[in-house]
């Protein structure tokens, strides 16, 4: 997939793969400068908190309404899992929380709860395939991926606590490197970890507004994405 993969210009937008109902993964870029970060959304199509807030980013990036440091290209992805996110499920059309599925070193078939299906073998989804494709495409040094929890914090994965901190001042969540629970096949372990791209897993508060999760968080994205951009 990753030679068939068009890296959109700025301000434009790609397919780079399809879902297992063949529902188009876009991917929107924002400026054309040479340092690269990742925003994804939709991973679990049951955490809107994460999906509405960056197509709303995304909104504000195409209006003006928020501006980038000159030096950075944002890759967005506001709907990994397109199919999950269409009919409020977690997992995608064949059941597999995609979150689970990445072909990490840790990467199990056990599971106890239905919602966190890891799938029958590691990277087996389409969706899985094209994150793959993706960071190997694009060689991103920053990822932030927005899901939502009961329990709002900044799960940072790989050398990234300063920038989880960086974010912590704007929108007051907690760092924590450990969500309280295993999660192999994830993409903090598959990115972060294992291939040492600074990864942030921003929970944002399950069942939070809309607007009120978007003027929390817009600015501790913002300043991330300017922390590392600042950083040699």
Same mark, same amino acid.
């Given at each position: 997939?990753?030679?068939?993969?068009?890296?959109?210009?700025?301000?434009?937008?790609?397919?780079? &793969?399809?879902?297992?109902?063949? =529902?188009?993964?876009?991917?929107?870029?924002?400026?054309?400068?040479?340092?690269?970060?990742?925003?994804?959304?939709?991973?679990?199509? *049951?955490?809107?908190?994460? @999906?509405?807030?960056?197509?709303?980013?995304?909104? $504000?990036?195409?209006? &003006?309404?928020?501006?980038?440091?000159?030096?950075?290209?944002?890759?967005?992805?506001?709907?990994?899992?397109? $199919?999950?996110?269409?009919?409020?499920?977690?997992?995608?059309?064949?059941?597999?929380?995609?979150?689970?599925?990445?072909?990490?070193?840790?990467?199990?078939?056990? @599971?106890?709860?239905?919602?966190?299906?890891?799938? =029958?073998?590691?990277?087996?989804?389409?969706?899985?395939?094209?994150?793959?494709?993706?960071?190997?495409?694009?060689?991103?040094?920053?990822?932030?991926?927005?899901?939502?929890?009961?329990?709002?914090?900044?799960?940072?994965?790989? *050398?990234?606590? *300063?920038?989880?901190?960086?974010?912590?001042?704007?929108?007051?969540?907690?760092?924590?490197?450990?969500?309280?629970?295993?999660?192999?096949?994830?993409?903090?372990? @598959?990115?972060?970890?294992?291939?040492?791209?600074?990864?942030?897993?921003?929970?944002?508060?399950?069942?939070?507004?809309?607007?009120?999760?978007?003027?929390?968080?817009?600015?501790?994205?913002?300043? &991330?994405?300017?922390?590392?951009?600042?950083?040699?």
């Amino acid at each position: 997939m990753s030679a068939n993969l068009t890296i959109p210009v700025h301000g434009s937008r790609s397919v780079i &793969g399809h879902s297992t109902r063949n =529902l188009p993964i876009e991917l929107i870029r924002f400026g054309m400068g040479p340092i690269t970060s990742l925003l994804i959304g939709g991973v679990h199509g *049951d955490e809107p908190e994460g @999906f509405l807030f960056a197509e709303r980013f995304v909104e $504000d990036l195409q209006d &003006g309404a928020l501006s980038l440091p000159e030096d950075l290209s944002v890759f967005v992805v506001p709907r990994m899992n397109p $199919d999950g996110c269409a009919v409020d499920r977690r997992t995608n059309a064949r059941n597999v929380d995609l979150n689970r599925n990445l072909p990490t070193k840790d990467w199990t078939s056990d @599971f106890t709860n239905p919602r966190y299906f890891p799938g =029958l073998e590691a990277g087996s989804e389409v969706e899985s395939a094209a994150t793959v494709s993706l960071l190997e495409a694009l060689k991103p040094g920053m990822i932030i991926s927005l899901h939502s929890y009961e329990h709002a914090m900044i799960n940072y994965n790989g *050398d990234c606590l *300063d920038l989880a901190k960086c974010m912590e001042k704007s929108n007051g969540l907690p760092p924590k490197s450990d969500i309280g629970y295993p999660t192999p096949g994830s993409l903090g372990t @598959f990115a972060g970890w294992e291939r040492e791209i600074p990864t942030i897993t921003l929970e944002i508060l399950r069942g939070q507004l809309p607007d009120d999760a978007y003027k929390q968080h817009a600015r501790a994205v913002l300043d &991330g994405l300017a922390f590392y951009v600042s950083q040699p």
